[in-house]
């Protein structure tokens, strides 16, 4: 049995539990449906997982942190289902996406009752102030995030701002501290949040944030990886998205367009531009990553934040489920 699969053995059902009545609070009978909807897609659960495996590690108890738990789950469904919004994105878990289902319209509405469900989540933790604090702070982060990922594409934007504000270069360094935000504060948070619920140690809440934010890193850039090459039954996405997508905000792109000679560099950069990308343009794209073994490289990234990682977990007791945990992400296929 894998870690993941322990820990919803252990944990599922009450986070499941927990997803579901914050959600239901309120909640019209004819709109139950298409607000649950996203939830039940499924997903790994990961982040709340880590939540109250955090939790049990410094103290023994996860209860205190199954509020928690939730609130970091809503988190991250919630900027799905924008996140599928702003990219018109019709697949995700290998199911509709909520847009996709229901319309962009209701999409938005259903987004904005997973934003209350949160607050609903955050008056039943031990400190409300610092939870309502903390998940401000997390969520602008997230927005930053997604708003620089944006900024990062080459093209097929018409929106006003992006289209002026558009980014001409993107650094490497660029994409770290973009995923950064888009991804590692929730992971980071999901940490420090577990600890929080159940201790004063302020030492130990940024160990586990430290921890959670270089894990964080290193499961985007495996996803990136992923993305493009991954298995679509195992995965849930379409394979390659982010090339069609236009984005240097892929860690494999993102490398590639660091180590290529000029004229490859530009023609991965002209295909990158195209509005409507053609099977063959994107198989052409991919070619010249593999020439530039961006992949191999993208790869070894992904361990060096994993050691960070490490270096910050061996702060935290009782840590063998983090560091399976930690292990997962790094040999996960989906």
């Known amino acids: 049995m894998d870690v993941l699969t322990a820990l919803h053995a252990k944990y599922g059902q009450e986070i499941e539990k927990a997803l579901e009545r914050y959600l239901a609070i309120d909640l019209a009978d004819d709109f139950h449906e298409a607000v649950l909807y996203q939830l039940k897609t499924g997903g790994k659960r990961l982040r709340p997982l880590l939540t109250l495996a955090t939790a049990e590690a410094v103290s023994g108890r996860w209860e205190p942190a199954l509020p928690a738990a939730a609130i970091v789950e809503l988190i991250h469904n919630y900027s799905l289902i924008y996140d599928d919004i702003i990219d018109r994105g019709d697949v995700r878990r290998g199911m509709p996406t909520v847009r996709k289902a229901f319309g962009d319209n209701a999409a938005i509405l259903i987004g904005i009752w997973y934003r209350e469900a949160i607050e609903e989540a955050v ?5 409300p102030l610092v939870f309502a604090r903390e ?3 997390v969520i602008k982060a997230i927005d930053e995030g997604e708003r620089l990922d944006i900024l990062f ?3 097929g934007r018409s929106d006003p701002y992006f289209a002026k504000a558009r980014w001409k270069e993107v650094t490497l360094d660029d994409y770290v501290k973009m995923v950064s935000l888009k991804t590692g504060v929730l992971i ?6 577990g600890v929080l619920s159940v201790s004063d140690d302020g030492d130990l809440a ?3 944030w430290n921890f959670g934010l270089n894990a964080g890193i290193a499961f985007q850039i495996i996803d990136d990886v992923l993305d493009i090459y991954g298995d679509p039954k195992k995965f849930g ?3 390659g998205k982010d090339i069609k997508e236009h984005k240097r905000s892929n860690a494999v792109v993102a490398i590639a367009l660091s180590k290529l000679p000029p004229h490859k560099r530009e023609r991965l950069l002209s295909i990158l531009r195209i509005d409507s990308m ?3 343009e994107v198989k052409e794209a991919v070619e010249i990553l593999d020439e530039a073994k961006a992949k191999e490289e993208a790869l070894r990234l992904a361990d060096r934040y994993r050691e960070e990682a490490e270096r910050h977990l061996a702060k935290i007791p009782n840590n063998k489920t983090l560091r399976d945990l930690l292990n997962f992400i790094l040999k996960r296929q989906y």
């Open 123 to 127: 008056l039943e933790t031990p400190k």
């Open 135 to 137: 998940v401000a702070k």
């Open 153 to 155: 594409e080459c093209a």
């Open 188 to 193: 980071a948070a999901a940490a420090k949040w």
């Open 206 to 208: 940024e160990a586990a």
């Open 237 to 239: 996405k379409e394979i």
């Open 278 to 280: 053609r099977d063959a």
